[in-house]
């Protein structure tokens, strides 16, 4: 999710706060099962696991907490934290068995939708970054890789009947 952002620094903090506020948050429910930005994958316990639009690198999800509005792990209880970590668990070993890349990148930022999720990335050697992190300094400088659609429709099918045989 890369959205524009003001040039003011105090209105891209404003636009910020207001997310993390919960305010028009794109990752509070209900949210879309498919978008431009991901399609479900499937739930978990406490969060939902969506394939992102932009495959850049193959198998990138999102694992987006389905409790509340929160921004950081200090905002759960202990138990909700266990609960999304083991989602977490859970989610990057379908990913794992179902893609087998090299290695695997999970980051939880928070820096564009303060809304806690986390980022599974799988990475293959020769992926466009290889070695360094998923990100540039300007969003708007990263390739925004689209599959065909019967590529993503099979990506999609592998990842859920991997993720409905882990329950």
Excluded: K
């Excluded at 891209?12 to 506020?21: D, H, I, T, V």
């Excluded at 986390?118 to 293959?124: F, G, N, Q």
């Excluded at 992190?133 to 099918?157: C, F, K, N, Y």
């Amino acid at each position: 999710m890369n959205e524009p952002r003001s040039s003011s620094p105090d209105a891209g903090f404003n636009e910020w706060n207001e997310l993390r506020l919960g305010r028009q948050c794109p990752f509070d429910e209900p949210r879309p099962a498919s978008s431009d930005g991901w399609d479900v994958v499937g739930t978990l316990q406490v969060s939902t696991l969506y394939l992102g639009g932009n495959q850049s690198y193959r198998g990138h999800c999102l694992l987006i907490l389905d409790l509340r509005h929160a921004t950081r792990p200090d905002e759960l209880s202990r138990e909700e934290w266990l609960r999304f970590c083991a989602d977490l668990h859970a989610a990057q070993s379908v990913i794992i068995r179902t893609l087998h890349p090299d290695h695997i990148n999970i980051a939880s930022l928070g820096n564009v939708v303060p809304h806690l999720h986390w980022h599974i990335i799988p990475r293959y050697r020769g992926d466009p970054r290889w070695g360094a992190p998923i990100w540039t300094t300007d969003t708007g400088e990263m390739p925004d890789v689209r599959l065909a659609p019967h590529e993503r429709s099979r990506l999609l099918q592998s990842l859920r009947e991997a993720l409905a045989s882990t329950g």
